[in-house]
C-alpha cells in the first residue's frame, strides 16, 4: 500500500468501460480505490458483455454523455487524481480531452492513462485514428502512461519509431521514446516479457545509471527456502521513465490464470497512491508491489482468466498462503522478522574461519563437545513433543527424530576422535554456561504445552544449519572462491551439513512447520510469541558459536 498518507478524504476518479464480470475496468479500478483508502467516482465510456473467458459484446456511450458524466462528477466532489482506461474511439477521446480541459482552470491534477489500445492476444481495440488522437490530443495532458508490451510497440508504430521490443534493453529504448510523446511520465510493463536476474545484470552492467527497484525476492542466507521456482527465479519487470531518469521494478512472475483487469488494478493504485500524496516513483513501487500480491493472493473464480484479489490489503493474511514464488511463508516471515541475528548466525565467523579450514582445534573441538551435550537436551525436547503428540504418525515423527540424533551423536564421537579426543572425554567434558542455558530454554518451552512452538525452538537448529551448509556449498561454487575444499580438514563437516541427507530433512523440517500454520493458524498474540521463541534460539546458537571462539 501507500507509503504516503492524509488526513483528510481522498478522491479519484475512473474513466473506463463497465466489465460485468467484476474483474476489469471501472469495477477493478473502484475495489483498488477502496482498498487504498480513497473514495472512489466513476465515468463509464462502454458497457461490455463479458467474463473470465472472453468478451461478448460492446455498447458504446455516445460521446456527450461521456463528457456530461466527467463534468457532473469534477463539478461537485474535489478530485485527487484521475486514470483513464479503455475510451473506446476518436470521438469518445475527444470528449474526454473537452471535458477535462474545460474542468481543470490550470490545476495540475494527476492523470494516469493505461492507454488500452491493444488486447493480451495482440488484437488492436483502437483504430489508427483513434490511436492518433490519443497520443496528440489526450497524452500531452497526463502525468503517466503505461503501456504493456504490445500497447508500446503499436504505439511506436504509428509514429514510425522502432517498435519491436523483445528485451529489457529494447523496453528501456521503448520507454524513452514514448516519453516524447507529450506525458510527463512513462511505466511500460513487463508481464509479457517473462527475463531472468541475469538479464537484469546485464541490463544494469549496459546502464549502470539505472536505479533497480526488487521487490518478492528471497533475501540473502534463504538458501533453505529456495524451491525450483526460487533458485532462479523468472522475472517481471517494468520500466520507469521520467525527464532523464530511468528505473526498473523487478519481482517474481507469477505462474497464476488470476490475470484479469491487472493492468486497470495497477494503474488504479498507481492514481490512489498519487491522490494520498505520493510522487509518482513512489506511487508506482507500491502499486507494482500491491498488484503482485493481489495476484499472488487470489482465488481461482470462473473458467478463464479470473479476476485479482484486490482486497488482500484490507484484510490480510497474518501468514501469507504458499505460493511458487514463496513456498514457505512462515519460515520467510520467522527469517526476515530477524534478519540481522539470523545473518550473524549463518554468517558467523566460526563458519567462515571453518569454510577456510582455518579453524583452530581447540575452537572445533569446543564445539563438537559442546554440541554432543546439546544434543542430549535436543533429543529429550524431542521426547516431550512426542509426548504432547495427539497422533501416531506424530508420535513415530518425533521418535524417529530421537534416533536420529543418537546417530548423529555416533558422528560427534567419530569427528572428536579424529582429532584425538576419546568418548569417554567428550562425555566428561563440563557442559558450558551457553550449551546449559540453550538446552535449559529448550525443555522450558517443551514444558509449556505449545507444540507448535516447541517445534519453534527445535527448527532453529534445524533449519539454521541447513542453511549454513547451502550457504558455504554456495560459496564455494563461486569463480575464485573464498571456500578451500581442497585439504580442508573440516570438509566432512560442510559436506554432511550442505548434502541430501540433512537438506532432507530441512525439507521435512521446513513442510512440517508449514503445514502446522496452515491447520491451526495463530492469533496475532500467538504468532509473536513463535517469532520471539525464534528469534531467541537464533541468539542462543549465534551465542553457542561465540562461546567456542572465546574458548580456543
Request: proline fraction near 4%; hydrophobic fraction near 40%; aromatic fraction near 8%.
Amino acid at each position: 500500500m501507500c507509503a504516503a498518507s492524509t488526513n483528510t478524504a481522498r478522491s479519484v476518479l475512473t474513466i473506463a468501460g463497465s466489465d460485468s464480470s467484476g474483474g476489469a475496468g471501472i469495477q477493478a479500478d473502484l475495489k483498488t480505490i477502496a482498498a487504498h483508502g480513497c473514495y472512489g467516482t466513476s465515468v463509464i465510456t462502454a458497457l461490455t458483455a463479458q467474463n473470465t473467458t472472453g468478451v461478448q459484446g460492446v455498447q458504446p456511450i455516445p460521446p456527450a454523455f461521456v463528457e456530461k458524466q466527467i463534468i457532473s462528477v469534477l463539478d461537485d466532489i474535489e478530485t485527487h487524481a484521475i486514470k483513464t482506461g479503455m475510451l473506446y474511439d476518436a470521438e469518445c477521446i475527444r470528449a474526454v480531452v473537452r471535458a477535462l480541459m474545460t474542468q481543470s482552470s490550470g490545476s495540475t491534477l494527476p492523470i494516469i492513462c493505461d492507454p488500452v489500445c491493444v488486447s493480451t492476444s495482440g488484437h488492436s481495440l483502437l483504430d489508427p485514428t483513434a490511436i492518433q488522437v490519443l497520443i496528440e490530443e489526450f497524452f500531452p495532458l497526463t502525468t503517466l502512461i503505461t503501456p504493456n508490451k504490445f500497447e508500446a510497440e503499436r504505439l511506436l508504430s504509428l509514429k514510425g519509431e522502432s517498435s519491436e521490443i523483445h528485451n529489457l534493453q529494447d523496453m528501456v529504448v521503448a520507454a524513452k521514446d514514448l516519453l516524447r510523446y507529450g506525458s510527463r511520465a512513462v511505466l511500460l510493463k513487463g508481464g509479457h516479457l517473462i527475463t531472468s536476474m541475469g538479464d537484469v545484470k546485464d541490463l544494469l552492467h549496459q546502464f549502470p545509471d539505472i536505479d533497480a527497484i526488487f521487490s518478492g525476492l528471497l533475501s540473502s542466507n534463504m538458501e533453505i527456502l529456495q524451491g525450483d521456482s526460487t533458485r532462479d527465479p523468472k522475472l517481471v519487470v517494468e520500466v520507469f521513465s521520467e525527464g532523464d531518469q530511468i528505473a526498473i521494478f523487478a519481482r517474481p512472475h507469477i505462474n497464476s490464470k488470476s490475470t484479469h483487469g491487472t493492468g486497470c488494478t495497477l494503474s488504479a493504485a498507481i492514481a490512489s497512491c498519487l491522490a494520498r500524496g505520493s510522487n509518482l516513483k513512489e506511487a508506482v513501487k507500491d502499486a507494482t508491489i500491491y498488484t503482485h500480491l493481489a495476484i499472488q493472493m487470489a482465488e481461482p473464480i470462473g473458467h478463464g482468466h479470473g479476476p485479482l484479489n484486490h482486497f488482500h490489503a484490507v484484510a490480510p493474511r497474518l501468514i501469507p498462503r504458499a505460493s511458487p514464488s514463496d513456498p514457505y511463508p512462515l519460515t520467510r516471515l520467522l527469517i526476515e522478522g530477524n534478519l540481522s541475528d539470523w545473518k550473524e548466525y549463518v554468517e558467523h565467523d566460526f563458519v567462515k574461519l571453518l569454510g577456510l579450514g582455518t579453524l583452530s582445534r581447540e575452537t572445533f573441538l569446543h564445539f563438537m563437545v559442546q554440541d554432543y551435550h546439546y544434543l542430549e537436551y535436543y533429543a529429550r525436547a524431542y521426547g516431550l513433543l512426542a509426548a504432547k503428540s495427539t497422533s501416531f504418525k506424530a508420535i513415530e515423527s518425533a521418535a524417529q527424530i530421537i534416533f536420529n540424533i543418537v546417530s548423529e551423536i555416533d558422528t560427534h564421537k567419530s569427528y572428536c576422535a579424529k582429532f584425538g579426543l576419546s568418548k569417554d572425554e567428550v562425555e566428561n567434558m563440563p557442559e558450558s554456561a551457553a550449551c546449559t542455558s540453550y538446552g535449559a530454554y529448550l525443555l522450558d518451552i517443551g514444558l509449556q504445552g505449545d507444540t507448535t512452538k516447541l517445534l519453534m525452538a527445535l527448527l532453529a537448529c534445524l533449519l539454521g544449519y541447513g542453511e549454513v551448509g547451502l550457504w558455504l556449498k554456495k560459496e564455494a561454487a563461486l569463480l575464485d572462491s573464498w571456500v578451500v575444499t581442497n585439504g580442508n580438514p573440516y570438509k566432512k563437516w560442510m559436506d554432511d551439513y550442505g548434502g541430501n541427507r540433512y537438506q532432507n530433512a530441512v525439507k521435512a523440517g521446513l513442510d512440517l512447520i508449514e503445514a502446522r500454520a496452515v491447520n491451526d493458524p495463530p492469533s496475532p498474540a500467538r504468532l509473536a510469541e513463535w517469532m520471539q521463541v525464534w528469534q531467541r534460539c537464533t541468539k542462543f546458537e549465534r551465542g553457542f558459536w561465540d562461546a567456542a571462539m572465546a574458548a580456543a
